[in-house]
C-alpha cells in the first residue's frame, strides 16, 4: 500500500470545524483514501473513504484533492467525543481484501 | 456490522509463561486479522488468521512465538508464547465484511496484556 503523511497532532475547539490533512503523493489510480479513528482505550472504527469524489456521511466529510494527491477529513462540528487518532489510509482494490496498514495517525483533541 | 468480543479484556503475566487471547464474531467472516498496539504506537499487523490453513505471518513474526488457530469462521486464538517485558501491547482482533466496493474492518475492544 502507498504510504500516507498525516501531522502527528493537531488541536480543535468544542463546536468548531477540524480539517484533517493526509498526503498521499504515490496514490495509485486504484488507492481508495480510507479513515479510520481509534477513541481512547477502544478499537480503530471506520469514519469515511472516497475515491476521485468527495464524499459525505453522518459522520464526516472527505475532500480529495483534484490530483488526488491529497485528501482532508473534514469534522463539521468537533465535540469531546471527537478526541481520537485518525488514521488516513490507502487501501488498493486491484490487491484483494488485504488488511489495514496503518500509519501514525494524527491524534486530535478537541478543547472544551 | 460485526461485533467482537474478546478474552482476556486484560492480563498481567510474568515473562516466560503464556497467554491465549480468544476473538469472537457475531457473524461468519472470511477474513480475520490479529495486530499489536505497543503503547503509544500505532497498529501493526501481525498476521491473518485464515480458516482450515496456517496463519500468513508478516515479516518479523513467527509462528513459534505467536501461534493462530482458526477453527471456524466465527473464532480464533492469538497465542502469545515465552512472554517478555517486550511483549507488553494491547492486541487486537480485527474482521473484514462487505461488498465488493467497500470492504470495512472491524475491530475489538483489544486485549491489553503487561509482561513483568
Known amino acids: 500500500d502507498a504510504k500516507t503523511t498525516q501531522p502527528n497532532s493537531m488541536e480543535s475547539n468544542e463546536e468548531e470545524p477540524v480539517h484533517l490533512p493526509c498526503n498521499h503523493s504515490t496514490i495509485s489510480g486504484t488507492d481508495y483514501i480510507h479513515w479510520y479513528r481509534q477513541l481512547p482505550s477502544q478499537g480503530p472504527e471506520y469514519v469515511i473513504h472516497?475515491?476521485?469524489s468527495n464524499v459525505n456521511n453522518r459522520m464526516a466529510s472527505l475532500a480529495i484533492a483534484e490530483d488526488r494527491k491529497s485528501s482532508t477529513l473534514i469534522l463539521h462540528r468537533a465535540t469531546l467525543r471527537d478526541a481520537a487518532v485518525y488514521y488516513c489510509?490507502?487501501?488498493?482494490?486491484?490487491?484483494?481484501?488485504?488488511?489495514?496498514?496503518f500509519g501514525k495517525g494524527t491524534r486530535l483533541s478537541v478543547i472544551a | 456490522s460485526a461485533v467482537i468480543s474478546q478474552k482476556p479484556s486484560r492480563d498481567i503475566c510474568q515473562r516466560g509463561t503464556s497467554l491465549t487471547i480468544q476473538c469472537q464474531v457475531d457473524?461468519?467472516?472470511?477474513?480475520m486479522f490479529w495486530y499489536r498496539q505497543q503503547p503509544g504506537q500505532s497498529l501493526t499487523l501481525i498476521a491473518t488468521?485464515?480458516?482450515?490453513?496456517?496463519?500468513?505471518?508478516e515479516s518479523g513474526f513467527v509462528i513459534d512465538k505467536f501461534p493462530i488457530s482458526r477453527p471456524n469462521l466465527t473464532f480464533s486464538t492469538l497465542t502469545v508464547s515465552n512472554m517478555s517485558p517486550e511483549d507488553s501491547s494491547i492486541y487486537l482482533c480485527s474482521v473484514e465484511e462487505g461488498t465488493s466496493d467497500h470492504n470495512e474492518q472491524f475491530f475489538g475492544p483489544g486485549t491489553r496484556l503487561t509482561v513483568l
Open positions: 457473524s461468519q467472516v472470511t477474513m
Open positions: 489510509i490507502l487501501r488498493d482494490v486491484a490487491s484483494g481484501n488485504t488488511p489495514l496498514v
Open positions: 488468521a485464515n480458516q482450515g490453513s496456517e496463519a500468513t505471518y
Open positions: 472516497g475515491l476521485t
